[in-house]
């Protein structure tokens, strides 16, 4: 069994500031994890994905998030915010090796205000 | 490559009415997976294929619910008699398996098909 929590449903920054969107997984396996984005009236897009590798990963827009098994989290960050990141971020998590088991957080809305 | 084409973008239709929404993948994805997104949810899974057979059906999928892909490129979803429960986003995404190997877990989405039941 999985399930991803993501702590915030919504989150509200300045433009420039630290955007900090968490996340944390429980799996019975070693987890893919992953970052989506939603902007309105579109569907979702890959920001960044954990798959093994280096536990900090770097995406697009500036954005990175860092694997941290002992705390079972995977927090999004991005230094600066900037107007062109509102949107809807969702975490999710799969059994590696199954993208058919993709689970989704309930997503939080980012909201950057000038 | 075009991505993950989705239509209708929009449906509007009447409680008990039959709707049916189209999924084009980018071409060389074998798998293809349709989810529901709810408003302040995230998506729910609910089927997926792998080329033309339909591996797996999510308990949310219920007998109203049918989903084809017939030869293993663009698939079909169609919903009958349309309750207003059913309102929502329907997303489809695309993935390539290599055979032997585990996949990514990454999915391409479409932008989905937003259905209304009156």
């Keep these: ?114 | 490559d075009t991505g993950v084409s989705q239509d209708p973008r929009h449906k509007i239709t009447k409680r008990g009415q039959n709707v049916t929404f189209r999924c084009d993948p980018i071409s060389e994805h074998n798998r293809l997976y349709w989810y529901r997104q709810t408003l302040g949810q995230g998506p729910e899974f609910l089927t997926y294929f792998q080329n033309e057979a339909q591996l797996e059906k999510s308990r949310l999928l219920s007998d109203r619910f049918s989903a084809e892909r017939p030869k293993g490129s663009f698939s079909t979803l169609e919903i009958q008699r349309t309750e207003q429960g059913d309102s929502a986003m329907y997303l489809c995404a695309s993935s390539f398996k290599r055979g032997g190997l585990g996949d990514t877990g990454e999915l391409f989405f479409g932008e989905g098909s937003r259905l209304t039941v009156l």
């Design chain 1, 1 to 114: 069994a999985q399930s991803v929590t993501q702590l915030g449903s919504h989150v509200s920054v300045s433009e420039g500031a630290l955007v900090l969107l968490r996340c944390n997984y429980s799996s019975s396996v070693p987890p893919y994890l992953f970052w989506y984005v939603q902007y309105p009236n579109q569907g979702l897009q890959l920001l960044l994905k954990y798959t093994s590798a280096a536990t900090l990963v770097k995406g697009i827009n500036g954005f990175e998030a860092e694997f941290k098994k002992s705390e079972t989290s995977f927090h999004l960050t991005k230094p600066s915010a900037h107007m062109s990141d509102a949107a809807e971020y969702f975490c999710a998590v799969s059994p590696r090796g199954s993208a058919r088991q993709l689970t989704f957080g309930s997503g939080t809305q980012l909201t950057v205000l000038p």
